[in-house]
């Protein structure tokens, strides 16, 4: 089993002693964001700092309870990994699980990123950052980048979605943070290729809405690493845009 992890230092009193067990992180109380049968996420402050609290209730449906990987130890897994690869996340404060009975508890905590919106949001309240062609460049080089470093790993996000990437800094100089990624795996072959492509369709379910199109296959020069197209890019591109055909 994981076991606790805890790295706030007992400079930050607070936060140290409500993060030192999982049975802490339990007791804790704070504004709820989201809560569902699987997990409940609130945010908390303590000693003048924000954090997400993740705490999950069960492994999963079925067999997975028993013998899979709990949905909190993928995430804080896939995180860490992703800050392994040097790319940016929300700093994984704590994390761990319990085996109670045939399934397990588990929760992972975040820093809050200051002065941080997802991406998704900045989308609906038609930001004016959006129309900043330097602000759209930089943050699609970075988002284009995150995507390709996975890739190259083999590693496919599973919900590489606009509401999974923080966007934090002055508009000269924005910074993206990854956050939530429960559902990515190591992936070959098709199967690879198949949630390569979701990947990419899933940022661009909401990029086709509010960028350019020359913006968006700036994306994807910057994605593939090149200045050209070939054949296999022109047939991705297509996969890519007709994805969610009939699915919505």
Partial sequence: MAGWHNSIASDLPEAHRAFSSLEQVWALQGKIITTSSLCTVLRVELDGKGYYVKRYGRAGDGLARCLGKSK????W???????????????????GEERVGWSRKGALITAEVPGSTDLAALAAAASPLLRSADW????????????AVMHQHQFAHNDWKLRNILVSGPEHSPLIHMIDCPAGAFWWGPFFEYRRIKDIACLDKIGKKVLSRSQRLRFYFQYVGAKRLTKKDKRDIRK???FFDGRE
């Fill in 77 to 95: 897994e896939n995180l860490l990994r992703f800050k392994s690869w040097g790319l940016s996340v929300a700093n994984v404060v704590a994390y």
């Fill in 240 to 242: 890519i845009l007709k």
């Fill in 136 to 147: 759209v460049a930089s943050v699609s080089d970075q988002v284009a980048h995150a995507s």
């Fill in 72 to 75: 909190a130890r993928r995430e």
